[in-house]
C-alpha cells in the first residue's frame, strides 16, 4: 500500500538492531485518521470473506483492529498477556516468544468470545518471526472456529513469520512488506 | 448516559470483591458500534474545550480513546507500562498501584508526543481509586501541558478516585457512575 510505504519512508526510524520506529502513527502515537485508511483497505481485501469477529492482542494491535472492525460492524476481542481477576477461568490460551522484549508469556481469550461458528481475521500492527500470530491462530483453532486471514500493517519479510504462516494455510495480507532495511540505507519494499 | 446503564445491567456480571465484568463489551470483547456512541458522547462533552490530543494507558484503554479521536480529528496517544526496546531513553515517567493486579508499575510516554501547547483529554475504560488517571494527568502535567478533563465510561463512585481527581481542580466526566453494587443486590447507579 503506496500510502503506508510513504509514510514509514517519511517517519519511521530505523535503529539498531533491526528495530524499526513507527510510533509517532502506529503504535505509540497513533494517527487515527491514517490508520483508518489501513482498515478500510483491511476491509476492502476480506470484505467478501464472511467475517464475524475480528482478533487482536494486547497492546498495539488494539487500535487497528478497533477500527478494522467499524467497517466490517463485528466485535473485536483482543487476546490478553497474562490472566487477571477479571477473567474467567474458562479461557483458550497459548504460549508466545517475545524477541523484542526477551520473554515467553501466555495469551488468553476467554471461552465465551470464541465459538466454533466464528470466522475470524486477525489484525496485528507487526509480523516479524510470527510467534504472535501463532499464538493467535492456535486460540481459533482451539475454539473449533475459522481463521478467514491475517491483516499485518507492516511485515518485515525478511524475518521468516510471513512464510511460516502463510505455508501452514493462513492467508496473509501485510499492507507494506519490508525487504531489507538499515541504517545506512533506509527502508526498501518488496 | 442511560444506553450505558442499560447495558452494564443486562451484560454486566457482578464478582467477588466487587469486580464488574463488563468483557463482553467493554474491556475483553469490544462491541466497537456501541463504545462508537459512548465516544460520540465524550465529543459532545469536550469538543469546545480545544482538545487537540487524546490520552489513555494500555491495554483496554486503548480501544475507546481510538474512537474518541475520531471524533476530535486528533492523534491518540498510549502511555506505556513498561520501558521496551522501541520507545526512545527520553521519556516522561510516573508511578502506578494497580489494586486489581496487587502491582505497582512504570508509566511512559515518549517526550515526542506530549508538548507544552497540547490539550489533553485523557480517557479510559474504568476509575476506581484514581491511581491510573492521577499517573496519566502527572504525565500531562510534566510535559507542561494542560490536562482539559477525563472522560470516563465506568466511574465506581464508592470508591474515592473521583473526589480525589475532581478535588486537585480536573474536570471528570463519568459516562456511568456506580454508587453501589453487590452480587445480591445488582448495581445502583448514582
Known amino acids: 500500500m503506496k500510502l503506508?510505504?510513504?509514510?514509514i519512508v517519511s517517519d519511521g526510524i530505523i535503529g539498531a538492531g533491526n528495530v524499526l520506529k513507527v510510533d509517532s502513527f502506529l503504535?505509540?502515537?497513533?494517527d487515527v485518521e491514517f490508520l483508518n485508511k489501513l482498515a478500510e483497505e483491511f476491509y476492502r481485501l476480506y470484505k467478501d470473506c464472511g467475517v464475524n469477529k475480528i482478533l487482536?492482542?494486547?497492546?498495539?494491535?488494539?487500535?487497528?483492529?478497533c477500527l478494522t472492525a467499524q467497517f466490517f460492524k463485528v466485535p473485536m476481542v483482543f487476546a490478553k498477556k497474562s490472566k487477571t481477576k477479571n477473567i474467567a477461568g474458562d479461557v483458550y490460551?497459548?504460549?508466545v516468544e517475545s524477541f523484542t522484549h526477551g520473554t515467553v508469556y501466555d495469551i488468553i481469550v476467554s471461552k465465551n468470545?470464541?465459538?466454533?461458528?466464528?470466522?475470524?481475521?486477525?489484525?496485528?500492527?507487526?509480523?516479524?518471526?510470527?510467534?504472535?500470530?501463532?499464538?493467535?491462530?492456535?486460540?481459533?483453532k482451539d475454539a473449533g472456529a475459522e481463521v478467514v486471514g491475517c491483516g499485518i500493517v507492516i511485515e518485515k519479510a525478511f524475518q521468516d513469520g510471513g512464510e511460516i504462516i502463510r505455508n501452514s494455510g493462513v492467508r496473509v495480507e501485510s499492507l507494506a512488506r519490508i525487504k531489507s532495511m538499515s541504517v545506512e540505507d533506509g527502508v526498501e519494499f518488496c
Do not use: C, W, Y
Open 4 to 7: 503506508l510505504e510513504q509514510r
Open 27 to 30: 503504535n505509540h502515537q497513533m
Open 56 to 65: 487482536t492482542i494486547e497492546a498495539s494491535g488494539i487500535g487497528i483492529a
Open 93 to 95: 490460551t497459548s504460549k
Open 113 to 140: 468470545f470464541l465459538n466454533p461458528d466464528d470466522k475470524v481475521l486477525i489484525i496485528d500492527d507487526f509480523l516479524a518471526k510470527g510467534q504472535a500470530l501463532l499464538g493467535l491462530t492456535k486460540l481459533v
